[in-house]
């Protein structure tokens, strides 16, 4: 069986986007089905890990055609700058409502006619079983979605997040036009699609209501976070948080009760290191900043994935933060279940009724404490900080094999081969 894999991101892009589909790929063979994979050539991904290639089947098919990305123009740049910060386009407000309103669902639009034409031929002397789109960018998806009608294959659709629900699409002051447009691609999307896949049950409650039938496979972990050589622990008690930190995200009520203790305690103030992995939105540095927090933390910026990973097992707390945002409890961030492997505790600030709560208690691994719970927040961190100076912190989680991309992409296959029983 062979399908046909439309996906933006790819290696060497970087970041979590990445991560789910190039994993799908790596294990697809080993349970019959054959990927063929279509993306972006030449493209200006945002954040690059070249570490990433190094996992991409060496005997895969990957098509590539160019993209134009309105960026480039917008923002006056060649091809392959350097960028940083969270998001040039979400952090400028007219290029934001330029994005909002006129690239509908999103810049990507641009590549959905030469893309369907390309792919097309390649559908004309090349046998596809099953097509699949996976977003954001949820252009991808109109892709796959014209394909299927001119080809009459089966499609399935995976939702990494949700579409004219995404937490951000608020920073693009759309239009009422525009809104409704989104809605309306979205619900086409849902529609048509023989399978909708996404990666909690709180979104597939939601797609539910469109779609005919939803699929949940969550994100999961690898090999590669599972080595099992000795790890020396940070010296200080560190909070470390991995990955990319939105102003939606930014823990007020954490930064608050952290500058409290250390004024009141001031061996926690010595022992507390704050560590930041990828990049942190302004709108958080500038809280840490009024909470005379600033000694305290370090900000290493972007760094590869394997980087990443030693941070994480080094760690004596981990930090894990949910957007403060509508219908927050259908978000799992993919970073969730590589902390898992970690083994360290993790602090998550969120809906303590979600679907992050769920699986925290089902693997033994942390808690979440909803956004505002000063009282709870504090009584936490003095716990952990307490078995921190008692040599004890630790945590013993269970059951998170399941989450192996392994096993994952086992439950993906018989998804696929379903579609045609």
Known sequence: MKVLIITYYWPPAGGSGVQRWLKFVKYLQEFGIEPVVYTVDDVNYPKEDLSLINEVPKNIEVLKQPIWEPADVLFWKKKKPKKSGISNVSNSGILSFIRGNFFIPDPKVFWVKASVKYLQKYLDSHKIDTIISTGPPHSMHLIAQKLQKKNNIKWLADFRDPWSDLYYNKDFKQLSFAKNRNRKLEETVLKNADCVLTVSNSLKIEFAKKASR???????????????????????????????????????????????????????????????????????????SKNNLLDNSDFKGYVSHETAIEYQKKAQVLLLLIPNVEKSKGILTGKLFEYLTAKRPILAIGPEDGDLSEILKETNAGVVIDFENEEKITLEIERLYHQFKLGTLEVKSKGIERYHRKELTKELALIIKSLHS
């Open 214 to 288: 939803v699929e949940v496979i969550s994100n999961g972990f690898d090999d590669e976070v599972l080595t099992k050589s000795a790890i020396n622990l940070d010296a200080k008690f560190s909070i470390s948080y991995i990955g990319l930190l939105p102003k939606q995200s930014n823990p007020k009520v954490f930064f608050k009760v952290l500058s409290q203790l250390t004024l009141k305690n001031k061996d926690f103030k010595n022992d507390l290191k704050l560590n930041f992995i990828g990049d942190i939105s302004d709108e958080v540095k500038e809280v840490i």
